[in-house]
């Protein structure tokens, strides 16, 4: 019991002391003492070391998860934009195919414009090679008899003359080209209206003018003049481009000079070719008289 009562006694001192001391500290925050502030102010910086590395477990954890993240994130980010430019490169490849295929087509359409005839767009399937002779030039287009071509019937692109129709399948043609040894066409010379056939060397970017005397070369021809169609054998129409001359060399040993021209037409490079009905050739009966006397020979 004594001992009791000796442990309250200290118990109920110290507990008056705290009440007393936050008395005067509620006084003191209520009317705010400044050498309270001060020594509040001393506390916070004294404590703040402890707070720091208190909070920074914490910190560190937060900041690792976010560069973790954000980490993920532009992987995934730059993954996906490689992605979507691939897709973009593949779409415009596409669209550069597209837009060089419609000028293509627009460059025909007016060529096609120009000509007065009846015309269709045809493509180039394939150039056929000959292993026995390789110097004929001939293209396999994607329209036949069913689309009621001709043989004979002339071919021309955005440029000029390609060749005409040698050949008749039902759904595809054979063009021998203006190039092949074996095609001879008869041309005129812009300006100076000497007229010539125009004969292929079986090369792609070369044609002969025959017939043209070393007295000729006198009456003008030079290097640059334009070559066309003549009109003459009425398989092509008047004034078609054919060529333009490149080089002339008179020869004194015969009484023709050599003369060479190259085609106005792209040729064997084309994707798409333009037939073209003469008059004559608009008529069915035409095109099997055609097609019997070629075939006949």
């Known amino acids: 019991m004594k001992y009791l009562l000796k442990n309250v006694q200290p118990l109920s001192l ?7 001391a936050s008395i005067f ?3 003191a925050d209520r009317y705010q003492w400044s050498y309270l502030e001060i020594a509040r102010a001393h506390l916070l910086a004294l404590v703040y070391p402890v707070q720091y590395l208190v909070d920074l477990p914490v910190r560190a954890g937060q900041w690792l998860s976010v ?8 992987i995934n980010e730059r993954n996906k934009l490689h992605e979507e430019n691939l897709y973009l490169q593949a779409t415009l490849q596409k669209f550069e195919a597209l837009k060089n295929e419609n000028a293509r087509l627009r ?6 414009m120009k000509t007065g005839e009846k015309t269709q767009v045809a493509e180039v399937l394939a150039v056929e090679l000959d292993s026995l002779d390789p110097s004929k030039r001939k293209i396999l287009i994607d329209k036949g008899e069913q689309d009621k071509v001709c043989l004979n019937q002339p071919v021309i692109d955005a440029y000029g003359i390609v060749g005409q129709v040698t050949r008749l399948g039902p759904f595809t043609s054979v063009v021998t080209l203006i190039t092949d040894p ?3 066409l008869p041309v005129q010379v812009v300006g100076t209206g000497l007229r010539s056939v125009a004969k292929g060397e079986g090369v792609v970017n070369r044609l002969s003018l025959l017939y043209l005397s070393n007295t000729g070369l006198n009456m003008g021809i030079k290097v640059g003049d334009l070559i066309v169609t003549s009109g003459s054998g ?3 129409p008047k004034d078609y481009p054919v060529g333009t001359v490149v080089e002339i060399n008179p020869d004194i040993g015969t009484p023709h000079a050599q003369v060479q021209a190259i085609p106005s037409s792209a040729l064997e490079r084309n994707r798409e070719v333009l037939l073209v009905w003469t008059e004559e050739q608009m008529n069915a009966k035409t095109c099997e008289k055609s097609k019997e006397t070629l075939l006949t020979h």
């Open 182 to 184: 074996s095609h001879e």
């Open 67 to 74: 560069t973790a993240s954000s980490h993920s994130q532009l």
């Open 14 to 20: 110290q507990l008056s002391l705290l009440v007393v």
């Open 234 to 236: 009425g398989h092509f």
């Open 25 to 27: 500290l509620m006084f």
């Open 107 to 112: 460059r025909l359409l007016g060529s096609s």
